[in-house]
Structures are given as structure tokens and as C-alpha cells.
């Protein structure tokens, strides 16, 4: 009999790869350990729980570990931490309350995810200080809110999670400070999106203080909750900035401990090393989302792109190939969008000009202005489109865009970019038009025509 295929971790590429292998051969084993309790779930939705958009936490779960379990015939473990990985033996040693035991594996999956860096900050304890990573803190974030009223929260880093999470904490008439170290926000959108984006931030009542260094959290004593944070404290600066409450959302590390200490090679970006399948080092090991590398389709180099997108194809994927069906995990683009208020941001491909030049290209940019629909039609607004291509081949390199709609045209670009295309062949894309939608030159083909 066939050793069943084992799955270490229940969210975006466990799952998938789980249901895959299941409904492709049904009659393998599937197990998956899960250390939470939490499967299945869209950790994307919870800033939008926070804020009140989503009114449960269970309305975030794509999959329920019943459905899982008796419609779809997975055997599905929660509350089980795998510890170790025995390659030799092909078995893993799984933690379950006060008891561990081993079980064999014919094929593995790692889908460990990746966990929130936490500097160590002087009071990162106290009460009031949280970091977004998982369910449980999200519902944490959300009981602190209503049961402590905050009057004004600090987020420290102005990544995407801490800007969703200034609107998730402004809706509740908080007071926001964000603090950033460098100097700009959203790092990877690009220097022109980001500048938007704070500007508009600003307006909507959020203090950004950029390149300023947190260094720890005072606290005060409360009956209730204990030792509660009250205040940051920044670097070179003597009065604190008052915080009742404060989300810490500086990064993302993969989680690789169980992939290193079985011997598993990791990649140039430290996350898990794979191939175009998801394998790892080991031919029957593989790993897929947060954890794991993937390759990069401008630069052909590996990557390390944790978001959900990337997590659920791979999985799928895996799933298949390990079901006797081979299928590529395919490239990422590191096609990303955030809403921040009432701007959206989008960004795909390769903006910054040193990691281009890095990657063997001579980038050449521009930067328009282009309203969404004709003059004449009503409820037109401004897009900034930024185009980035290779000056000699006119290869597509990378774009980001900001508005306060339509910015989720930057999947044009991010298609342009699997497909190789150059500046001269975007501008030539077909694309819809009517004035409801869109001017007759697209804004992106408007920025390929500019640039081209
Ligand atoms: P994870 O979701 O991290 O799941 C890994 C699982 O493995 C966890 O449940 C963990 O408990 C379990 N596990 C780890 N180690 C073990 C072990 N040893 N034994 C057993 N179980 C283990 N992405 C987007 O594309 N768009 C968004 O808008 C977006 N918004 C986000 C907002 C927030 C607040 C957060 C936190 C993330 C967001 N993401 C977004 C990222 C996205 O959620 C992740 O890319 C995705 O969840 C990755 O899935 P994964 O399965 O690789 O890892």
C-alpha cells in the first residue's frame, strides 16, 4: 500500500494541494496536521473583520474541517504540530497535547506559511501590543477594540497590512500614527504610487511619520488588563507618542526551521528552495505558499513572494503531481493590490531600478496621468499608471498603478509580463472598450504608447 501523501500546515497551500490530490485520485491517503485550530482560512479578510466589514471570523473560512473531512475524505488533524522531518525513515514526528507519535509519509508537503518578524522592542509584551498574522489575533485585535475603546493606535511599519489596517482602526474613530523607518511607504509599489498613497492617508487623518525608528512601548499599569502599552517610543526623540493600542506589521519570515534542520536546502532568499514543480531538494518533498521560493517570470530568478495567490496554485499543483498528474507551480509576477481608504494601489513585476539593473536589464520608466473614462462621461477619475521596461529590448518589466478606481488593470501588465511581451506589443493588445468602462485607449495602453 501506498504511504499517504502528508501535508504540514491547513491554510492556502495545504488545503489546496489536499483537495487537488484527493479529487484527482481518491483513493490516496491524504493527511493533513495542522497546529491551530483555524483551517482553510482567508488571512487576507482580517483587516476587514477588524474594521467591521466582515461581521464573523468564521465567514473567513473557505473550508470548514468538516467539509474537509466528510465531503471531501481529508484526513484532517488540527491541534497537531509536526516537529521533526526523518527523511531516512520518511517519517515525521507530529505534537499533540502531551503526546507525540511518527507517521510515514510517501510524499510531503510543506506548507508551514510564514510567521510576523517581531523586533525586539523594549515593552513588545505589554497588553495592547499585537502583531496580524493568524485568526486568533485577529480576534484578539478586534475584543481589545470594543472592549478597551482605544482612543489612538500606533502601527508600526507602512507595509500593506499596517495601511489596511489604519483604515480598519480610523473606521473605529481611532486615532492612527503610522511609523516607517524608511523613507517611504508600501516599499514594493514604487516611489510615485507610495507618495500618492500617503498624501492620501494624510488627508484622511492618519499622522505618517516616515523614517522614524520605533524603539519600544511604555505601559501603564491597568485593573483589567495588567500592564497596558500607552505610548511609543522613537529613536532621538524625548516625549513618547501616546498609543492605547498598537500593531507591530514590519514583515513576514518564511517559516523554514523544519525544512533546515531536516537538511532541505534553502534559497538565496531564505525561504525553501524548489523547482518548477514545488520540489524541494528531497524528490519527495515538496513545499509550497509562504514558506517556499518561486521563480520570478521577469527575472527567472527565485523569489520569495508570500501571498495567497502564489500559496493556492502551488498547492493545487502539488496536489496534482503528487496525484500522478505533473503540473508546474507556475512563475510569480509579484502581482500585488491594497486598498488604502479610498485609493486602491496595484503592482506587478520589477519596479525598483537597482534590482533591474541587478537582474541584467537597463530600465527606462514613465509616469502619466490618465483619466478612467472620456471627458464626457461622468464619474471619471485620475489613474497614475508607472510603466517600467528594458530600454533596448522593450520588454515589460514591471508597473504599479493608483487611483481611486480601476486599478486592478494592472493585471494587463502583470499578463504582459508571463508573456514576455515588449512595450511595442502591450500598446498593440486589444483591449474592451466602451465609455462606461474605459477610455478608447486604455490607460495602460495609454502608458505603453507614452513609453514606447
Ligand atoms: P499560512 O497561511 O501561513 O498557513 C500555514 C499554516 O501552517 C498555518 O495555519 C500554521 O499554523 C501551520 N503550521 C506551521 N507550522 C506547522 C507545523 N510545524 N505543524 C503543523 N502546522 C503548522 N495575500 C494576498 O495575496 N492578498 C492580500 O490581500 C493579503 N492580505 C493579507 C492580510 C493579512 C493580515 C495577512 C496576515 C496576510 C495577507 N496575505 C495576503 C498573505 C496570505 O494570507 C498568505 O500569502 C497566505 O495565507 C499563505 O498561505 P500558506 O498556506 O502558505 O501559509
Redo the contacts with the bound molecule.
Keep these: 500500500m501506498t504511504a499517504p501523501f502528508v501535508i504540514?500546515?491547513?491554510?492556502?497551500?495545504?488545503?489546496?494541494a489536499a483537495s487537488k490530490a484527493k479529487r484527482d485520485d481518491p483513493s490516496r491517503d491524504v493527511i493533513v496536521?495542522?497546529?491551530?485550530s483555524?483551517?482553510s482560512?482567508?488571512?487576507?479578510?482580517?483587516?476587514y473583520y477588524v474594521k467591521g466589514t466582515v461581521d464573523d471570523l468564521d465567514d473567513l473560512v473557505a473550508m470548514t474541517p468538516e467539509t474537509a473531512r466528510e465531503e471531501r475524505d481529508i484526513d484532517l488533524r488540527t491541534g497537531?504540530?509536526?516537529?521533526s522531518v526523518d527523511r531516512d525513515k520518511q517519517t515525521v514526528t507530529?505534537s499533540r497535547d502531551d503526546e507525540t507519535f511518527e507517521q510515514t509519509y510517501g510524499e510531503l508537503l510543506l506548507?508551514?506559511?510564514?510567521?510576523?518578524i517581531v523586533p525586539p522592542f523594549d515593552g513588545i509584551d505589554r497588553e495592547g501590543v499585537f502583531t496580524?498574522?493568524?485568526m486568533d489575533e485577529?480576534g484578539e485585535i478586534s475584543d481589545f477594540v470594543e472592549t478597551t475603546a482605544p482612543e489612538t493606535a500606533a502601527i508600526v511599519g507602512g507595509g500593506?497590512?499596517g495601511i489596511?489596517?489604519a483604515e480598519a482602526l480610523t473606521e473605529h474613530g481611532i486615532d492612527v500614527t503610522i511609523f516607517e523607518m524608511l523613507p517611504r511607504t508600501l516599499q514594493p509599489f514604487g516611489a510615485e504610487t507610495a507618495r500618492t498613497v500617503e498624501d492620501h492617508l494624510r488627508e484622511q487623518g492618519v499622522d505618517l511619520r516616515l523614517e522614524t525608528t520605533v524603539e519600544g512601548f511604555t505601559g501603564v499599569e491597568t485593573v483589567d488588563a495588567g500592564d497596558t502599552v500607552d505610548a511609543v517610543e522613537i529613536e532621538g526623540d524625548d516625549e513618547p507618542v501616546p498609543a492605547d493600542l498598537v500593531i507591530v506589521?514590519v514583515g513576514?519570515t518564511p517559516?523554514v526551521?523544519?525544512a533546515e534542520h531536516a537538511g532541505l536546502e534553502l534559497g538565496p532568499t531564505g525561504a525553501i528552495a524548489t523547482d518548477e514543480f514545488g520540489r524541494t531538494s528531497d524528490d519527495s518533498i515538496y513545499a509550497?505558499?509562504?514558506?517556499?521560493e518561486a521563480t520570478n517570470v521577469v527575472t527567472g530568478e527565485p523569489d520569495h513572494v508570500?501571498?495567497?495567490?502564489?500559496?493556492?496554485r502551488a498547492?493545487r499543483a502539488i496536489g496534482a503531481t503528487v496525484a500522478g498528474k505533473p503540473t508546474r507551480t507556475g512563475g510569480t509576477a509579484g502581482t500585488?493590490?491594497?486598498k488604502a481608504f479610498d485609493l486602491g494601489a496595484a503592482r506587478t513585476g520589477i519596479l525598483d531600478p537597482e534590482r533591474a539593473r541587478e537582474a541584467g536589464f537597463d530600465p527606462e520608466s514613465v509616469t502619466i496621468e490618465v483619466p478612467t473614462r472620456p471627458h464626457y462621461y461622468p464619474g471619471a477619475t485620475d489613474l497614475s499608471i508607472t510603466l517600467v521596461a528594458d530600454r533596448e529590448s522593450e520588454r515589460v518589466l514591471g508597473a504599479s498603478i493608483v487611483g481611486r478606481d480601476g486599478v486592478k488593470r494592472i493585471d494587463t501588465v502583470a499578463t504582459a509580463l508571463h508573456a514576455s511581451l515588449t512595450v511595442t506589443e502591450l500598446q498593440n493588445l486589444d483591449l474592451a472598450y466602451a465609455p462606461p468602462f474605459s477610455p478608447v485607449w486604455d490607460p495602460v495602453l495609454t502608458a505603453a504608447k507614452v513609453l514606447g
Design positions: 504540514i500546515g491547513g491554510d492556502a497551500a495545504g488545503m489546496s496536521f495542522e497546529k491551530g483555524w483551517v482560512y482567508a488571512a487576507c479578510g482580517m483587516p497537531h504540530e509536526v516537529v507530529v506548507g508551514t506559511g510564514a510567521r510576523a496580524l498574522r493568524d485577529a500593506y497590512i489596511e489596517m506589521g513576514v517559516n526551521e523544519l509550497a505558499g509562504d514558506c517556499a508570500p501571498l495567497a495567490l502564489t500559496a493556492n498547492g500585488a493590490i491594497v
